[in-house]
């Protein structure tokens, strides 16, 4: 039993199933914990009793188990099948989970020292908690570090002695301090571009902008200097601050018009406390805002992404989603037009998917999405695999645009497979090659997100005509990366032209462009080589919840 409980306490995956003594042990050491903790812990979890275990909550799944010389401080909860190995350091808030195998020898630092005050020792100052989160089946390397806010999505891998200060993107492999994203483990799978000479390329172009970014906010300030026009002369309004605020996210910086403290009061100051919509500059101030109206509906994603941008959230519940009972959902889904403006329609649901995210996430709402799921797939083109069909007028404009708002602030939103995957595709590859809205010299911003987006989506789920794909993505990320304009950022239409409205450079276009450029990346399996991310509206982590 002495030979037995040593080696348990150090290879405990060796004593599954556990002898009936062993179990005995556990029973009692579970039992103790409960007493002295809010824990909840599965009969198959082996927690070594050389462990140190001072947890204020404790989950523990199936076969999971915490080894010799581990010290737990403050919130953990743990899936299934995870190991914490020896001399393993974890506090503040944790989560990890099921098949999470976490080496010898690492920290994570699920909290946070404050330190801005330099009048008061740090040691005094307070004490923040945002929280590690870990999906399922990752692996982290000995002696690696997490710290306080990341995320790290599922398949991932962190090198030994990694650093971890930022979100870790799902089947990446990262490495070094701070850590970097190294390649994506699915690269394989894809043609790699060999000889093509785009890593190089994408490492130039990040360079540029990372340096430039500080001289293109400079010249979208407004003339009080305090917020943002889209392009010089313009009106200040709401989404150009949104657009600046998720711009300088993407590279870990902040726009330097205002502190911090001060952009989140900025942007949660324009939300109407009833209904939880928005009033402010660019949107309309002679009438109360409504959800009907498109034109408050956008401020949904702008604001409250921004805001997530800066470590915050919306003041108050987005009322306008959350009272909305089943029957007036599926009554307004009903009569949306989707014969004719299927690009309408998906932005009413990008709105209503994402202000559902937002009560859940921040409101603790219990608000179930199981009848817009039901209605979503009994009204799904099984033929198009879209919602709506293309008209005369506009061909696949409605209907694959409207795709990439509906997915976006519901499937890809909340991590939902697609129905009719191949079929999407078909579609959306016939879209492309519509040369009035895409040539080497067309294609703007809106309507490029609008294929790349849904085609990076679907690809989550096959790899059904990923050649061509893969051609479609290369093409309009060559496109887009000879038109940055120095200093100056992107324009909406990419091209230029003064005289012409969106011919411009400015950060609409700059963001939107951004975030093309990586998804375009993502589908050539080369996005390791740009170490920014989308972040806010064009993010790709799915915010999950579990809302049906």
């Known amino acids: 039993m002495s030979?037995?409980?040593r080696e348990l306490d150090y290879l405990p995956w060796t004593?599954?199933?556990?002898?009936?003594e062993v179990q005995q042990e556990q029973n009692a050491l579970h039992a103790r914990l409960a007493s002295e903790y809010e824990a909840e812990i599965s009969p198959e979890a082996f927690i070594s009793p050389k462990a140190r275990v001072f947890a204020e909550k404790l989950k523990i799944g199936a076969r999971s188990y915490i080894a010799a010389h581990a010290l737990v401080r403050g919130e953990l909860s743990i899936g299934e099948d995870c190991s914490i190995n020896p001399f393993t350091s974890i506090h503040g808030k944790v989560i990890l989970g099921n098949g999470v195998r976490v080496a010898s020898l690492v920290t994570l630092a699920g909290a946070n020292h404050s330190f801005d005050d330099l009048s008061i020792p740090v040691h005094k100052q307070r004490v923040t908690i945002e929280g590690i989160t870990i999906g399922d089946?990752?692996?982290v390397g000995a002696h690696v570090v997490v710290l306080d806010g990341v995320t790290v999505g599922s398949h991932a891998i962190l090198a030994a002695g990694a650093v971890v200060t930022r979100d870790v993107p799902e089947y990446a492999i990262v490495g070094g301090n701070p850590a970097r994203v190294i390649r994506d483990r699915r690269a394989s799978r894809k043609q790699k571009n060999s000889g093509s000479g785009?890593?190089?390329?994408l490492e130039q172009f990040e360079e540029t902008v990372r340096t430039q970014l500080p001289a293109v906010l400079k010249r979208c300030e407004s003339s009080d200097g305090k917020n943002y026009v889209d392009t010089p002369g313009g009106k200040a309004e709401l989404r150009p601050l949104c657009d600046a605020v998720e711009i300088m996210a993407m590279f870990g910086m902040l726009?330097?018009?205002?502190?911090?403290?001060?952009?989140?009061?900025?942007?949660?100051?324009?939300?109407?406390k009833n209904s939880g919509l928005f009033m402010g500059p660019g949107l309309p101030s002679d009438r109360r805002p409504t959800f009907e109206h498109q034109a408050f509906r956008y401020p949904i994603l702008a604001v409250g992404y921004a805001l997530e941008t800066l470590g915050s959230h919306l003041r108050y519940p987005v009322s306008a989603v959350e009272n909305m009972d089943t029957d007036s959902l599926l009554q307004a889904l009903d009569a949306l037009n989707w014969e004719t403006n299927a690009w309408g329609a998906g932005d009413w649901l990008d709105a209503f998917g994402t202000g559902a995210y937002f009560n859940a996430k921040y409101f603790h709402s219990r608000k179930r999405l199981e009848p817009l799921w039901g209605w979503l797939a009994t009204h799904v083109d099984p033929i198009l695999g879209l919602w709506g069909k293309p008209t005369p007028e506009e061909k696949w404009v409605q209907p694959v645009n409207g795709f990439y708002r509906l997915t976006r602030g519901t499937y890809a939103q909340f991590?939902?497979?697609l129905p009719c995957v191949k079929e999407a595709v078909d579609s959306v590859l016939a879209h492309t090659r519509n040369t009035t809205i895409f040539r080497e010299d067309c294609g703007n911003a809106c309507m490029t997100l609008d294929i790349i987006h849904p085609l990076w989506l679907i690809g989550k789920q096959t790899d059904y005509r990923s050649a061509e794909i893969q051609e479609v993505a290369s093409r309009h990320l060559k496109r887009a990366i000879s038109k940055w304009v120095e200093h100056q950022g992107f324009s909406f239409e990419l091209e230029q032209d003064a005289s012409r409205p969106g011919f411009t450079p400015g950060l609409q276009g700059t963001e939107m462009w951004l975030s093309i450029i990586y998804l375009c990346s993502e589908l050539m399996g080369i996005s390791n080589r740009l170490h920014y991310r989308p972040k806010g509206v064009h993010r790709l982590e799915v915010a999950g919840l579990g809302l049906g």
């Open 137 to 139: 089946d990752v692996w």
């Open 3 to 5: 030979t037995e409980s």
């Open 198 to 201: 785009w890593e190089g390329i």
């Open 15 to 20: 004593g599954f199933p556990f002898s009936p």
């Open 415 to 417: 991590g939902k497979p």
């Open 255 to 272: 726009p330097p018009v205002q502190p911090r403290e001060r952009l989140i009061e900025t942007l949660q100051d324009t939300q109407d």
